[in-house]
């Protein structure tokens, strides 16, 4: 679909990434205006409409922290660019919350990303690009051009600055593919944890299904760290199990709770991560990999 003049427009909950991804693209950007009303109410707006009329709008929101605030001002803001009168709607949400809910686990829930991404599309999406989503089929439900953007590759290029022997471990099977592309990116060998339990002793062992990590350094990647639980044990048993050193990577460190605390004890010396939530990073041990250029080169290829 032919475009025309593209703008970009910075949502309230954008990670810093709409003025790098305006200027790669020779965009203006616009800010927005929010406010909330004395009964809860949020009201958004456009600050430059004329500017929206006709153009290839790119909205840039993402949905952490404050998931269903910044998810609400995504569907308004999403709806004012249509009535607006922009040719293209394209809304990049780095990361995708409620992701995980992505199928009925226990009768009587719902699936909450489906619900999300119908809305988005009903409420005048185009397109909707996101950064590695917890399971890219669950985009389907968009209905319409939906595109899932792997970091792992990234990521894993920072990580191995740390290395000088690397493996890319997945934390579970679920998450090999990302591993694969880590590898690839580094012409490392890749694996993936399988977490069993003693039936007698209860103890817990993670060990990876056919590679040593013996005098390695290995490369963890997740998708994300929330309470840091998955990630930390993977680290700490690589170690006791003779890892040279271990390097986290993780599209999105949310960290809640004392997720920072359980990844500082689990003996790891670095975690990468990219920029795709509104959250300030000031620990020693992260380091933050900008990912706009990724956004951007798929951004050309639509418009
Ligand atoms: C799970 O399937 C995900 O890929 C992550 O491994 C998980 O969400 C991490 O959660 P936590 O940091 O709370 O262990």
């Known amino acids: ?72 001002e995504t569907l308004f803001l999403t709806n004012a660019l249509r009535n607006t009168g ?8 780095p990361y995708l919350a409620y992701s995980r809910q992505d199928k009925v686990f226990l009768e009587g829930e719902p699936v909450s990303i489906s619900v999300m991404l119908k809305a988005l599309r009903n409420g005048g999406a185009d397109c909707l690009l996101t950064i590695d989503v917890h399971n890219p089929l669950s985009l389907k439900e968009f209905n319409g051009c939906a595109i899932n953007i792997m970091v792992s590759d990234v ?3 920072k990580a191995a600055e740390y290395t000088e ?39 817990v062992s993670v060990e990876p299904k056919e590679l040593s990590v013996e005098g390695k350094d290995v490369i963890i990647i997740d998708d994300i760290i929330s ?13 006791e199990s ?39 990073f000031t620990e020693s041990i992260i380091e933050v990999v900008d990912v706009s250029n990724k956004i951007v080169d798929v951004i050309k290829t639509i418009i």
């Open 227 to 239: 309470t840091g639980g998955t990630i930390a044990l993977a680290a700490k048993k690589s170690l």
């Open 1 to 72: 679909m032919p475009a025309g003049r593209t703008v970009v427009i910075a949502g309230p909950n954008d990670p810093g990434l709409a003025k790098p991804i305006s200027e790669k693209l020779g965009a203006q950007l616009v800010t927005v205006q929010e406010k909330i009303f004395p009964d809860g109410e949020l009201y958004v707006r456009i600050s430059e409409p004329d500017t929206v009329r006709n153009s290839c709008a790119i909205l840039v929101n993402t949905l952490y922290p404050e998931q269903n605030k910044s998810w609400i």
């Open 86 to 93: 922009a040719s293209m709607v394209i809304v990049v949400i």
């Open 155 to 157: 990521l894993a290029k």
């Open 242 to 280: 003779g890892a040279k050193s271990v390097i986290l990577a993780a599209s999105h460190s949310l960290l809640v709770d004392n997720a920072m605390d359980k990844i500082k004890s689990s003996g790891a010396k670095k975690l990468v991560t990219a920029n795709t939530l509104n959250k300030k």
């Open 165 to 203: 022997s690397p493996i890319v471990l997945a934390p579970d099977k679920g998450a090999l593919e990302r591993a694969k592309i880590a590898a690839e990116a580094i012409g490392a060998e890749y694996d993936y944890l399988i977490k069993k339990r003693d039936r007698v002793t209860g103890e």
